[in-house]
């Protein structure tokens, strides 16, 4: 490449200057166009999801992940319908669970892959148009912004093949911990299943029946269900939340040109080792920023207070360990499970343990105070939902009457559908 006219004698001019030797930048880019175009396309959005899918089965692969076996998954079916019977007598909420499955690690992977891509490319978008932008909005000569297209397009490869290693691993590490599709309180798929591997990786030390385990987790996976099932506005709520936070993140320039400083760029596996990993997503700290961050968790931990006292009320009767095993699974997500690692990999998001005690404090009290129609009742609308200051403070919105007035929300109306999931869930 010739130099600059006039910029002979100035090499701090050189915008690709930090990258190295231009043949290098173009046996790079011809490489990365090799990796990403088995399965990458115009359409392909983002991220390589096939990439990230692949790096998420061999991840699960590499340690074993045997098939789920006849008798494995007439135990599994037979227990969630066990645990849905029971649910009926502690909410109100209908049943979530119509075609129960058991699944391989592999086949958790391939079913929630989809949510996970609603979940994570507005983040990866995000990311990989700032590092595409990096040089275009650096302030360029004019005489240099033609050759400034091939690297920002290089610049997005390696952006999206970063973003879909981080997604693929976080995914893989998930997979191999996870019990059922719920785990991470999200609606990652319709329909309610557990894992016989992740049941059997969540029993070990537990002096516990078998069979009560793998019912106390049915209840869980049940319970999740007829929420995401049959509270129409969450998910669009949740989801909307996730996209929002996106919106916030940006890569760190400077962190970013630290570690392309004599990088040999024409090794792209090694370009993608350092580049690898979530210290480059740096969340913004704006207000806006810290409101999604704020309403995505509080609606996390409604999620899971709720659930944990549908369950132990279901269970309290019926399964003599039941008190063992829900101190068990606080104590898993107090400790920072799975769900709690991948989000914080993903999002940027982890889940505070103290928020989940305290929802589900709150849950129990309302059911207390106002029965069970009382209690289920506040998930007819997004405007009945408690906030975060109702967690610090549970009295005041369980004894509530007149800003907690149910009547005029009994029937769906027109602030009821998905649209609602846009709304900041206040009274």
């Known amino acids: 490449m010739t130099d600059l006219p006039g910029r002979e004698n100035d090499p701090n001019d ?20 090799d990796m990403l175009s088995a399965s990458a396309s115009p359409e392909a959005g983002p991220v390589n999801w096939d990439m990230a899918k692949n790096i998420a089965r061999h991840a699960v692969v590499a340690e074993g992940d045997p098939s789920v076996m006849e008798g494995e998954r007439r135990e599994i079916v037979e227990a969630l319908n066990l645990a849905d019977l029971w649910l009926n007598e502690v909410t109100t909420l209908p049943s979530g669970v119509t075609a129960p499955q058991a699944w391989s690690r592999s086949e ?55 973003v879909g290693q981080q997604i693929g691993q976080g995914i893989g590490t998930l997979a191999r911990e996870v019990v059922g599709s719920s785990d991470v309180g999200l609606p990652l798929s319709d329909t309610a299943a557990l894992l016989p591997g992740g049941i059997a990786a969540f029993s070990q030390g537990l002096e516990v029946p078998s069979d009560e385990i793998r019912l106390y987790l049915a209840l869980r996976e049940a319970a999740y269900h007829r929420l995401f099932q049959h509270v129409p506005w969450l998910r669009a709520h949740l989801l909307g939340a996730v996209e929002e936070y996106a919106r916030g993140i940006t890569v760190d320039v400077s962190a970013l040109e630290e ?25 913004e700290e704006t207000e806006r920023q810290k409101a999604a961050l704020g309403r995505l968790e509080t609606a996390l931990a409604l999620v899971e207070g709720w659930v944990a006292t549908v369950v132990d009320a279901a269970a309290a ?33 982890e889940l505070r343990p103290r928020r989940l005690r305290e ?69």
């Open 317 to 349: 009767s019926k399964l003599p360990s039941a008190a063992a095993l829900g101190e068990t699974v606080r104590r898993r997500r107090a400790t920072g499970g799975p769900a709690e690692r991948t989000f914080a990999t993903l999002v940027g998001l």
């Open 108 to 162: 958790w992977i391939e079913k929630t892959i989809p949510v996970w891509k609603q979940l994570c490319d507005p983040i990866a978008a995000q990311m990989v148009q700032t590092m595409g932008g990096t040089l275009g909005a650096a302030g360029l000569p004019p005489e240099a912004e033609a050759m400034a297209g091939p690297l920002i397009g290089m610049l997005r490869q390696m952006g999206g093949m970063m």
């Open 14 to 33: 050189n915008p690709f200057a930090m990258f190295g030797n231009p043949e290098q930048i173009a046996a790079a880019m011809r490489q990365f166009a």
């Open 359 to 427: 929802a589900a404090a709150l849950w129990k009290a309302l059911g207390d105070h106002r029965g069970i129609d009382g209690r289920d009742a506040v998930w007819n609308h997004p405007d009945l939902m408690p906030t975060a200051d109702d967690l610090d403070a549970p009295e005041t919105f369980v004894k509530g009457e007149s800003a907690f007035d149910l009547s005029a929300l009994d029937e769906p109306g027109p602030g009821t559908d998905d649209q609602t999931g846009e709304q900041e869930g206040g009274r």
């Open 259 to 283: 570690k392309l400083q004599g990088l040999d760029i024409s090794d792209p596996a090694r370009i993608q080792e350092v580049l690898g990993g979530g210290e480059l997503l740096k969340p």
